[in-house]
Nanobody
Framework: QVQLVESGGGLVQAGGSLRLSCAAS????????MGWFRQAPGKEREFVAA????????YYADSVKGRFTISRDNAKNTVYLQMSSLKPEDTAVYYC??????????????????WGQGTQVTVSS
């Protein structure tokens, strides 16, 4: 049974930083791409960032490019999202996901199979 557990969310002031972690179990972690999505109240879930199996390729939403960095440690079965220069509009529940996306599905929820329960990130102005 695949389990993805996010941590590291919290309340931070605008301009601050947070690092999210997602610990995976029940799968051969290095065989799968990992992604981060987020969902703000009243909005649809949106793509944030993704990373391929070995960490050689990364993908970002335009809204976070240059501010967020996705990385992974296959020895620890963990994917990270380093968030800097946070803005109030980054406030959302952040979810990690694993799967085998290709082409346009890298940035789409349908490219991913399993999801974590989410961690809340709140950025105050």
């Amino acid at each position: 049974q695949v389990q993805l557990v996010e941590s590291g969310g919290g309340l931070v002031q605008a301009g601050g930083s947070l690092r999210l972690s997602c610990a995976a179990s029940g799968l051969t972690f290095s065989r799968y791409a990992m992604g981060w999505f987020r969902q703000a109240p009243g909005k649809e879930r949106e793509f944030v960032a993704a990373i391929n199996r070995i960490g050689g390729s990364t993908y970002y939403a335009d809204s976070v490019k240059g501010r967020f960095t996705i990385s992974r440690d296959n020895a620890k079965n963990t994917v990270y999202l380093q968030m800097s220069s946070l803005k109030p509009e980054d406030t959302a529940v952040y979810y990690c996901a694993q799967g085998a996306p290709f082409g346009s599905t890298w940035s789409q929820a349908r490219g991913y199979t399993d999801w974590g329960q989410g961690t809340q990130v709140t950025v105050s102005s």
